[in-house]
């Protein structure tokens, strides 16, 4: 009745994870190490593999793709889950990213530098709290990103609310400069209109 256990259904049972290397991994790592999942991200050093996102996390990324898409003028150009380098040991994925246009070099681009990026998006998920709280708009001031969106659930019937966040140049740190609910409204990287509540009604 009972099969028998070989090595290769117990290696199949236990599948080999990654050893890290004694002074943990760089951003060359992330990108030729084998088999890593999609959007894997690069933490002081320390791969942070990603859970399966909600429905809740992917349309907010798709409405404020689409309006940051009508909003900004041709030199800027907005990317989804695209690695952003910010030094040798971190190498984390925004869920939206806008970058100067000419930093866009083809279809076959994996990344971009942290100075090339002008404002990073982070949506919020149970899984990824505390990286989206605290860890990422720390990184991403200290490598000089200048605006900072962290986005909650929360708003009227369940939909987003936008934290929205500024670099204080001498500091280099995050200061909070509005909450958004119903209509996201910005002037930074230029004059951004949203309508929040779109989301509600789907």
Known sequence: MGGTMTAESVEHRHPRWPVPPQDGYTVDDLFTLP???????????SLVFVSPQRRFHYLVIDLLCNGLR???PPEFSVEREMTVLLDDRNGPEPDISVVRADAVTGMDQTSFRAKDVLLAV???SPESESRDRTTKPYKYAAAGIPSFWRVERGGANGGPVVHVYELEPRTKAYVHTGLHRDVL??????????????????
Request: aromatic content about 0%.
């Open 35 to 45: 088999d890593l999942p999609p959007h894997t991200e690069l933490i002081d050093g």
């Open 185 to 202: 409204k910005v002037d930074q990287p230029c004059a951004i209109g949203i309508d929040l509540s779109a989301l509600g009604r789907q």
């Open 70 to 72: 009508n909003s900004l």
């Open 122 to 124: 982070e949506v919020v």
